[in-house]
């Protein structure tokens, strides 16, 4: 399995054939007013690769027709039409065109962690109704590539593109709140011995309606996502702390230095030492 380890740089590929379409701010200086930072679509075609080690924005990126690939911090996971792919800023994410057909993408970024209208805090996956921020993202982009642009129109379209965007992201607010408290009860005692029927208890959800509700959201089991919590507050132990390697491990919640390597180089595609800063 494909993995996004440390050392890979940033990768910007749209591929010889992909077809796009953009507006920023400085065509439609109104999108500052929403936090919009650009917005556009894609007809992407094999070589459309993306890869973002600490973006410096948060992006819905929306399936309209097709089939590609997208990041789910334990391995590539398909993304097809009716859903949507929604990354925080300064969490890795990845995308990518997989199939011999067309891969039709629609997306909003936004720039700045205060303007993203949906606290998610890992790359996610949602299940909603793409065609009307379609249409939105399409006619901001037909009448900003307009001879003589009307800003006043053009106002309008980025206020259409933000409302079409929370409205996507709006019923998935109160899940994400719900397993939200629950990711930050775990974050808050990750060296507990988490047990799915614990996990259950403390969401108020019966074991099955929460395994179900994870897989949708994080695309992984509860436990599992328990474990990614572990290793991420672990690599950032790792770089700003100069504790040794074991004790990391077991204030994490892994009592097996040899365990803990394994599922560190797993997720992270590097072992735990390379995450150490260099000491000057």
Known sequence: ????????GEIHNIGAKTRERMVGTLQVPAMRQHGLSLVGWSAAQRGFLFVRQ??????????????GEVWMDDGWRPLRAGEAYATPVEV?????????GIWHLCWASYGG????PFPVKTPTVLHTE???LRLAIEGLCTCAGQAKADQSE?????QLVHRRVTATLQPNLTAESQ??????????????????SEL????????????????RECGHSPLREVTRLRLQRAAELLRHTPDKIAAIAQRVGFNDPFAFSTAFKRLHGTQPSACRQPRR
């Open 92 to 100: 890795p994410h990845a995308y990518r065109a997989t199939g011999p």
């Open 130 to 132: 793409i065609e009307p």
């Open 1 to 8: 399995m494909v993995r996004i380890p440390f050392h890979l």
């Open 54 to 67: 600490q973006p410096d924005a948060s992006q819905l990126l929306a399936c309209v027709a097709g089939r």
């Open 113 to 116: 962690e205060g303007a993203w």
């Open 154 to 158: 053009l106002t309008l379209w980025a």
């Open 179 to 196: 397993l939200g408290r629950l990711w930050a009860r775990v974050n808050a005692d990750l060296a507990h011995p988490w047990t799915l």
């Open 200 to 215: 259950a208890r403390e969401a108020a959800l019966s074991r099955e309606a929460l395994r179900r509700r994870c897989l």
